[in-house]
């Protein structure tokens, strides 16, 4: 492993410290290191407060003229809620900066390292590039398209079974798994469910500790129900800590694109789908789904009528299935997490 792999790692580790807290800004995390050895390091904390660039800056114990700096995500240079970063590390004299992935805004990309090096400072870019854009991974499919990136979670039996006939679901999947699902909704922006769900299983859709308790002081996802028909009054559980819940209409591929945007103009860039069926079948038809993440109980339940993990209309051939890349699978106490990205064919 080189250094600058080396370093660059350590940064990652430090961006994900802001797992869940950054929205809608990136998660981003920077090290200097002096004569080989790192002598400051920070990471993007919040939404508002000052970037990992900075932090570092203002960790370090001792002068950090001439170090070299490395950083997850291209520096800013643009003033926002906070100063250029840009103009923090000349100020710093530091000598080299090393950037894992580009600003993902075209009108951005590259701009700082244009910067940097006019104040001769020299610049190294795309060092562990795929680990940092998948870090932001919804950050960036919001910056470039102005949508959500959007994960369709599901749990199941082994047989592809999400309820019995008469909708009772709890618990398909162990306590581990569903802690898990904890992690996946603080990564999230909005949650998002059909009126079936919240019918049969009355959920709070909030992040919780681990006795179920609503998390004190965080940013509770927007949470979202997708119904023709509901009213607030038939969602009493979801009247709970966090935001008044939106009833909304996503069947159509037009209602789908329409939502997508909406919710991107309210700075939505992570949106979690939990089910049911009828609505992660319609998700996947109006191809709005980008990554799937299917907790599967080693368990076969059986029943014709058992309720399936994606509804929708029969389709005529096998050559209708979508294709999944990039798929993992892991084990999550008894039970197993499959997660992968979905294709969609090409128009």
Same mark, same amino acid.
């Given at each position: ?9 350590r ?10 807290k ?9 090290v ?9 390091? *920070?990471?993007?904390?919040?939404c ?6 900075i ?12 170090? @070299? ?13 906070t100063p250029?970063? @840009? ?14 992935c ?10 700082a ?10 610049? @190294? %870019?795309?060092?562990?590039?795929? $680990? ?11 910056i470039?398209?102005g @949508? ?23 618990w %398909?999947t162990?306590? !581990?798994?569903?802690?898990?699902? !904890? ?5 999230s ?20 500790n ?17 119904? +023709? ?7 009493? !559980? ?8 939106e009833?909304?209409?996503a ?7 329409? &939502?997508?945007?909406? &919710? ?9 789908i939990?089910?049911? $069926?009828?609505?992660?079948? $319609?998700?996947?038809h ?16 059986? *029943?014709?009528?058992? +309720?399936?993990?994606i509804?929708? &209309? ?7 299935? +979508? ?7 892991k ?5 197993f997490?499959?997660? *992968?990205?979905?294709l969609?064919?090409? +128009?």
């Amino acid at each position: 492993m080189t250094d600058d792999i080396q370093y660059m790692k350590r940064a990652i580790t430090l961006a994900k410290k802001g797992f869940g807290k950054t929205s809608p800004n990136p998660m981003v995390g920077a090290v200097i290191v002096k004569n080989g050895i790192i002598i400051g390091e *920070g990471y993007h904390k919040k939404c508002g407060t000052p970037h990992a660039e900075i932090n570092a800056i203002n960790s370090a114990k001792e002068s950090i003229d001439g170090t @070299t700096m490395y950083v997850t995500l291209e520096p800013c240079s643009t003033t926002g809620q906070t100063p250029p970063c @840009t103009d923090a590390i000349i100020s710093a004299n530091i000598a080299k900066v090393v950037v894992g992935c580009l600003d993902p805004n075209p009108n951005h990309a590259g701009r700082a390292l244009k910067i940097l090096k006019s104040a001769n400072v020299e610049t @190294t %870019i795309n060092v562990e590039q795929k $680990s940092c854009e998948d870090l932001n991974r919804a950050f960036f499919h919001w910056i470039e398209t102005g @949508t959500p990136y959007v994960i369709l979670k599901m749990a199941m039996t082994l047989d592809g079974k999400t309820a019995t006939a008469s909708g009772k679901s709890k618990w %398909i999947t162990g306590p !581990q798994a569903r802690k898990s699902v !904890q992690k996946l909704r603080k990564w999230s922006d909005a949650i998002m469910v059909g009126s079936g769900t919240v019918k049969a299983d009355n959920p709070s859709l909030n992040v919780r500790n681990s006795q179920g308790a609503s998390l004190k002081n965080w940013v509770q996802p927007l949470r979202i129900v997708a119904s +023709r028909t509901m009213s607030l009054d038939d969602a009493q !559980q979801l009247m709970g800590p966090g935001s008044i819940p939106e009833i909304v209409k996503a069947d159509t591929k037009k209602e789908w694109r329409t &939502l997508m945007e909406k &919710l991107g103009e309210k700075n939505i860039t992570a949106l979690l789908i939990e089910g049911g $069926s009828g609505l992660a079948a $319609s998700a996947i038809h109006a191809e709005v789904i980008h990554e799937i993440a299917f907790y599967i109980a080693p368990k076969i339940l059986g *029943g014709r009528n058992s +309720r399936p993990v994606i509804g929708g &209309l029969d389709p005529a051939s096998l050559s209708e299935a +979508r294709n999944l890349q990039e798929m993992k699978i892991k084990k999550i106490g008894d039970d197993f997490l499959l997660t *992968g990205r979905l294709l969609y064919r090409k +128009r």
